[in-house]
Nanobody, 123 residues
Framework: QVQLVESGGGLVQAGGSLRLSCAAS????????MGWFRQAPGKEREFVAA????????LYAIAVKGRFTISRDNAVDTVYLQMNSLKPEDTAVYYC????????????????WGQGTQVTVSS
């Protein structure tokens, strides 16, 4: 069973930056892609960004494009989300996810999920 462990959330002022990390517990579980999703209070979970593990190609939600950067370190099976120019509307629980197959592309569906990390952006 693959476990994903997120870290790096916290409280930041608008305009600030945070970097989230997500480490997989199983070495090279042959993920097709890893991604980040978020869920704000009272809202549905939404796609934020994803990266194809083998090629490094990326996909971003329109709301974060140009501000967030997803990257991965194959050597340690870790994916990162660098978040710059944060806005109060970025406040949410951020979830890391991994998928084994290519069906649905980078947006989903995903097979494994982390427990989530809270990001709060104050105005």
């Amino acid at each position: 069973q693959v476990q994903l462990v997120e870290s790096g959330g916290g409280l930041v002022q608008a305009g600030g930056s945070l970097r989230l990390s997500c480490a997989a517990s199983v070495r090279t579980f042959s993920a097709y892609a890893m991604g980040w999703f978020r869920q704000a209070p009272g809202k549905e979970r939404e796609f934020v960004a994803a990266i194809r593990w083998s090629t490094g190609s990326t996909l971003y939600a329109i709301a974060v494009k140009g501000r967030f950067t997803i990257s991965r370190d194959n050597a340690v099976d870790t994916v990162y989300l660098q978040m710059n120019s944060l806005k109060p509307e970025d406040t949410a629980v951020y979830y890391c996810a991994a998928k084994r197959g290519s069906n649905g592309g980078l947006r989903g569906p995903y097979d494994y999920w982390g427990q989530g990390t809270q990001v709060t952006v104050s105005s």
